[in-house]
């Protein structure tokens, strides 16, 4: 039973890890009232540009510099419609969701003619687990080995990178000139830009520093998590991620829980597809892989808390005049 | 005072698209003086101050601060001139502290810490020389606006401004925290700081500066020292010609009441109840006024009559139709239906849809009426034919039913709002602020309109913060302050008396 | 700001114009970039469409989808609201229309069950649209984050149900039966006269698409309902002040909207497939967003809009078949380059064409 336990506390950290740094990427742009939903297709640029380039190069870091090159890339693209055309947010973020999603699967038939995968890496073309120092005698110590040996060593440099990221995005935005702007922009962009600050400018920063993220989140899954790209890996983690983000109103520490609760849905949900569980017989995946969704909608509802997104999100700014 | 000036503008313009903002500005700002800058609303003021600021670049002329040719290309350089300004709409993030609020922009570094407890201490520092006191760790949000207006002088002065530009800075304030703006500026004056002060209150002018600069239609067109000169002659300044806002009407014939508000107050979304425990009355062939500083509860008033926003208790009864509006859903069409009309404050955001064509407009909130359709369907033949009637009656130019409607002007949007609520025969309007942002041939149109409808026999009450517009319209003045009704009097009452009633002059020792 | 403005017809007809030509114009580069030829592309893609009977078939019956998909999302527009759920609403549609389908398709003709069908298509197409149009209309959350969660509940769903309540006695495929011809709406070609569409599964449906084309149009720009609905989403303010009531117009207009993209399942489960599956919407309900932009959110150019991606996925079909290095992928990224430069990019060349325009126009001048 304990066994099981950890193995499924075990998957749940791999399994959010590629939502938390999704949700933290979102956390950037949206703080700074830039709405995302295109998280999804960034990851998804990110994961098939990192399986590509660590496939040709046989360099994982190879892989994940094109996949942080590639989500900025989208990120920008993002930006240029938003925020210097001012464009619709959602539909732009829309419009990168198919972009990504077209563009892996044609260009990765075209390149590699592998039904829309890249080719499998292995070796120092993917990220390898650390195993931590006297992980392997400490297994057998009862409980706290298991702990250390299983849940805390283990995992590739990417998980620690996600987990790190949340008290050093919470100190960004808290803590630093960048984030305080970042935050002002995202409450009420014409104080900022009275005070001398570019608005435009400012955003971008954000919305870059979220296609970075989401190039570390989607370069997780198809050089850390899996052995390559396969087209449409993302799955909806990206808007899984985001629904974490709202769950976790905007908040960077809350967003790790909300993404380490749905990744032990995820993972219940593996683990208990196709098992009778006593006494209540087989259990519908299906309700508990739409639980984070429900629980997003109930949370939106304004049952559990309030939800408040960043006052001057989804609007462009434009200067008022006198 | 010195003779140094502070700023020296040369031949400023200005152009929006066909809009000419500013003609030709020249103007010279003594050092450690208050000057105050006076126009109608429209006269190009805020433009030019944000030509000053760096928020908008002007097309020609010359800037010169402590006496050297500036380019101010934006809000940056604009602070390191040593220019701060308070905006109309304050800049504050609402969720931020007041230390936040007051070192964006400034923070002093890439890591806040440092630069917080350096703020900190020149905070404090200036609450004591300025009498500037606020709670740096309030949240925005929480403050009154006053405190919020001193915290937006504080910022300026943290990044170390020596000149201040206030754009309309007591529309939002009590008359009481007004007094204590103007004794904050002064001590900032003494201490060598320039004022720039933009206003289109008179009283003011009289009351804070040393001099005066009077705009009208982009231009200034006369500079004085404020000691030398009196409201009568810059009134006249102002509009240009000696406006006497005298329509010529008869004495009131009061018939039945065709309004009754009982008990009336709306809590606002903060918590904080804007109109008190209201009570009043129109007449059919009567206009009622409502005098007030704008921002103590009339517009809420007017809303809540009007079936638009919530109320926490109170009833309105339109022509003898009991409606108690806590208790019950209302909302305008319900308010409509009893003949009760609506000229909103804010034509644009409220009034029209400024997309749509003329003739949609006019028949907004008449949309249901059987003489625009039939059934579920409108009738576009009888929506354009009664507009073009309208649009005849009204003289709105250009005379287009199909012109979208953003294209008028602003005298010409408010006649078809006009129009539309008075048409529809009402016994009762509720008009806001009818000639905002109107031209002077409209204000005398609107102005007849209103009282020929009274002449109707119909009920009017009208809310406005021009006191001159009271006055001339008005057959009983209610004077509204801090969401009470707190006098009435005839429209012929001395300035001073309704200033005094408006000022809240009744509560004020209590708040002191 | 106060900048010039453009004719009408450069507003309407040439600005997505050219917004769409960009489109197409980067798809282009994309087709180089895989070292193929773009105007053989284009050709393949064109012939495949509109070349053959059977062509024009396929291409209208994709259209009839997108046809109701984007009139969902379009009515949504009006009433300012981003109605990104068509997808899941449609998934639920075709579970009324299965519904309606088995239940009658042993004992009637197939234009009694049709109503049925009609009925049962809006009705839970609306119905997943009710929820994140309350929400919206009454707490405020937003409903482009809420019906986003909508279409993944509504995949969790209709797995589930497919596989353990609906599926056929004794098959582990997630599908109901087949439905008898009491559940299958004719060809085209054999209701109008002196049509051929091969064996294209072009049905009935495309007629009901174009009624709900002229059904929009009425409900928009002549009813009273469809002046509030334009109010509202024009200017919530005025709306309120104007006595409509926020709430109303909101799930209303979402219903409306839901039931549209409902319909699209009788076009796919009682027109072609005869029985309900799991993931029959494959996308079609995103489209629409793509193609209410391109048609500027009114019914004639949703036509025109819905005909042209119809056009890409038979065309696409066929040039999957003829340069195998252009997979039907390139139908979606075509559909998110149109969705970037005709949505979230429409302005950019405003500026550009406003210039153009004053250009030509400044010597004739035109009054204040």
């Not at chain 2, 060598?192 to 009289?206: D, Y």
């Not at chain 2, 009864?317 to 409509?336: K, Q």
Request: some cysteine; aromatic content about 8%.
């Amino acid at each position: 039973m304990f066994d099981t336990l950890i193995l499924i506390l075990d998957s749940t950290v791999r399994l959010s890890t590629p939502l938390l740094l999704a949700a933290l990427a979102g956390l950037y742009s949206e703080r700074s009232g830039v709405f995302d939903i295109g998280l999804e297709g960034k990851m998804l640029g990110a994961a098939f540009a990192a399986g590509a380039a660590a496939a040709v190069t046989g360099s994982a870091w190879l892989g994940l510099a094109a996949g942080i090159l590639l989500s900025v890339a989208l990120a920008l693209v993002h930006g240029f419609a938003c925020i210097t055309h001012r464009g619709n947010q959602i539909v732009s973020g829309v419009a990168i969701n198919f972009l990504a999603m077209g563009l892996t699967a044609l260009l990765g038939q075209a390149w590699f003619s592998q039904g829309g995968r890249t080719p499998p890496v292995s070796g120092d073309a993917r990220f390898a687990n650390l195993v931590w120092p006297f992980a392997e005698s400490l297994r057998d110590v009862p409980v706290l080995g298991g702990l250390y040996s299983e849940l805390l060593s283990g995992h590739n440099i990417l998980v620690y990178a996600a987990f790190l990221a949340v008290p050093f995005s919470w100190w960004v935005l808290f803590r630093t000139r960048f984030g305080l702007r970042l935050r002002a922009v995202g409450e009420n962009p014409a104080a900022v830009d009275t005070a001398g600050i570019s608005v435009a400018w400012l955003r971008y920063r954000a919305v870059i520093c979220t296609g970075i993220l989401c190039g570390l989140a989607g370069s997780y899954l198809a050089i850390a998590q899996s052995a390559g790209f396969i087209s449409n890996m993302t799955a909806g983690k990206g808007f899984i991620a985001l629904a974490a983000l709202i769950f976790a109103k905007w908040k960077p520490v809350p967003v790790m829980f909300a993404c380490l609760l749905f990744g032990f849905l995820d993972a219940v949900a593996i683990r208990l597809q196709g098992q009778q569980v006593p006494g209540i017989g087989e259990v519908p995946v299906q309700a508990i892989q739409a639980l984070p969704y429900i629980l997003t909608v109930i949370l939106l509802a304004g049952f559990i808390g309030k939800a408040v997104p960043p006052r001057a999100g989804g609007v462009a700014y434009v200067k008022e005049r006198g | 005072m010195s003779e140094e000036l502070a700023i020296e503008l040369v031949g400023i313009d200005k152009r929006f698209g066909p809009v000419h903002a500013n003609k030709n500005i020249d103007l010279k700002v003594r050092k450690g003086s208050i000057h105050g800058i006076v126009g109608e609303n429209g006269a190009g003021k805020s433009t030019l101050m944000s030509i000053l600021y760096g928020f908008y670049h002007a097309d020609g002329g010359e800037i010169r601060v402590d006496g050297k040719a500036v380019s101010i290309a934006g809000s940056q350089a604009a602070i390191a001139l040593g220019i701060g300004m308070v905006h109309q709409h304050f800049m504050l993030v609402e969720n931020f502290t007041v230390l936040e609020n007051v070192i964006l922009g400034a923070e002093g570094g890439p890591v806040l810490a440092g630069g917080v407890s350096r703020a900190r201490a020149e905070l404090k520092r200036l609450a004591a020389d300025y009498d500037l006191k606020v709670d740096p760790d309030a949240v925005i949000g929480d403050l009154p606006v006053g405190l919020q207006q001193r915290v937006e002088i504080l910022k300026a002065l943290f990044r170390g401004a020596d000149i201040l530009i206030l754009d309309e800075p007591t529309g939002v304030l009590t008359p009481a925290e007004a007094d204590h703006l103007f004794r904050i500026l002064r001590v900032l004056r003494d201490e060598g700081k320039t004022v720039l002060l933009i206003t289109h209150k008179l009283r003011e002018i009289m009351a804070a500066t040393d001099h005066v600069s009077v705009m009208r239609r982009g231009e200034i067109v006369a500079t004085r020292k404020t000691q030398k000169t009196s409201m009568g002659e810059l009134a006249e300044l102002m509009v240009g010609r000696r406006v006497l806002l005298e329509v010529a009407k008869g004495p009131a014939t009061p018939g039945r009441p065709v309004l009754q508000v009982e008990g009336l107050t709306v809590r606002d979304g903060r918590g904080v109840d804007v109109v008190r425990d209201v009570s009043l009355e129109v007449r059919a062939g009567e206009i009622v006024g409502i005098a007030g500083v704008s921002g103590n509860g009339q517009s809420q008033l007017l809303e809540a009559i009007a079936g638009i926003r919530k109320v926490r208790s109170g009833s309105v009864t339109v022509d003898g139709t009991r409606i108690d509006l806590a208790a019950t859903e209302v909302d305008a069409a319900r308010m409509r239906r009893l003949g009760l009309a609506h000229v909103p404050e804010d034509r644009h955001r409220m009034g029209l849809v400024t997309r749509f064509p003329e003739c949609e407009n006019a028949i907004l909130g008449y949309h249901h009426d059987p003489a625009y359709g039939r059934g579920a369907f409108l009738d576009y033949d009888a929506i354009r034919t009664a507009a073009r009637e309208k649009i005849e009656k009204y003289d709105i130019r250009p005379p287009q039913c199909m012109l979208k409607t953003a294209n008028f002007s602003g005298g010409n949007q408010q006649k078809i709002v006009l129009a539309r609520e008075i048409e529809r025969d009402p016994v009762i309007l509720l008009v806001g602020q009818p000639t905002r942002g109107v031209d002077i041939g409209a204000i005398e149109f609107i102005h007849k309109r209103l009282v020929a409808l009274r002449d109707a026999g119909k009920g009017v009450l009208l809310v406005s913060v021009e006191l001159d517009e009271i006055r001339a319209l008005a057959d009983r003045v209610l004077v509204m302050f801090d969401g009470r009704v707190v006098g009435e009097r005839a429209p012929e009452t001395e300035d001073s008396e309704l200033g005094l009633l408006m000022a809240g002059a009744a509560g004020q020792e209590a708040a002191e | 700001m106060t900048a010039g403005q453009l004719p009408r017809w450069a507003d309407y007809i040439l600005m997505p114009a050219i917004n769409v030509a960009a489109a197409f114009i980067v798809s282009g580069l994309v087709v180089l970039l895989i070292g193929e030829n773009p105007i053989e592309a284009v050709k393949v893609l064109v012939w495949g469409s509109l070349g053959w009977n059977e062509g024009i078939g396929f291409t209208l019956f994709y259209a009839t989808n997108f046809i109701f998909t984007g009139l969902a999302v379009a009515i949504a527009f009006h009433a300012g609201l981003f109605n990104i759920g068509g997808e899941g609403q449609a998934y639920l549609g075709g579970l009324g229309v299965a519904l309606a389908c088995l239940a009658l398709d042993r004992y009637v003709p197939w234009w009694v069950t049709l109503p049925f069908a009609v009925a049962g298509a809006a009705a839970f197409g609306a119905a997943w649209a009710f929820i994140p149009a309350v929400l919206q209309a009454k707490r405020g959350s937003h409903v482009v984050i809420t019906t986003i969660m909508f279409n993944f509940i509504a995949a969790s769903l209709m797995v589930y149900l497919l596989v353990n309540v609906m599926s056929k006695p004794g098959s582990m495929q997630p599908e109901t039966r087949t439905f008898e011809d009491g559940g299958r709406l004719p060809l085209l070609q054999d209701v109008l006269p002196f049509t051929d569409f091969g064996s294209a599964p072009v049905n009935f449906s495309f007629l009901l698409a174009l009624a709900a084309c002229l059904f929009v149009w009425v409900l928009v720009w002549r009813t009273r309902l469809g002046y509030e609905i334009r109010t509202f989403g024009a200017n919530q303010t005025a709306a309120v002040y104007a006595g409509i009531s926020p709430v109303r117009i909101t799930v209303v207009t979402m219903l409306i909207s839901g039931g549209l993209a409902g319909m699209m399942a009788i076009n796919e489960i009682m027109g072609s497939q005869h029985r309900l599956l799991i993931e029959f919407v494959s996308g079609y309900g995103f489209v629409g967003i793509a193609v209410a932009l391109m048609g500027r959110a009114h019914p004639v150019g949703i036509v025109f809009a819905a005909i042209l991606f119809g056009m890409l996925y038979q065309g696409g079909a066929e040039l999957a078949f003829e340069m195998p290095a252009i997979t039907r992928d390139m139908i979606v990224v075509i559909q998110g380059l149109v969705i970037l430069f005709a949505g979230a990019l429409e302005h950019m060349f405003r500026p550009a064409l406003l210039r153009v325009f004053g250009v030509l126009s400044a010597p004739a001048g035109t009054p204040a």
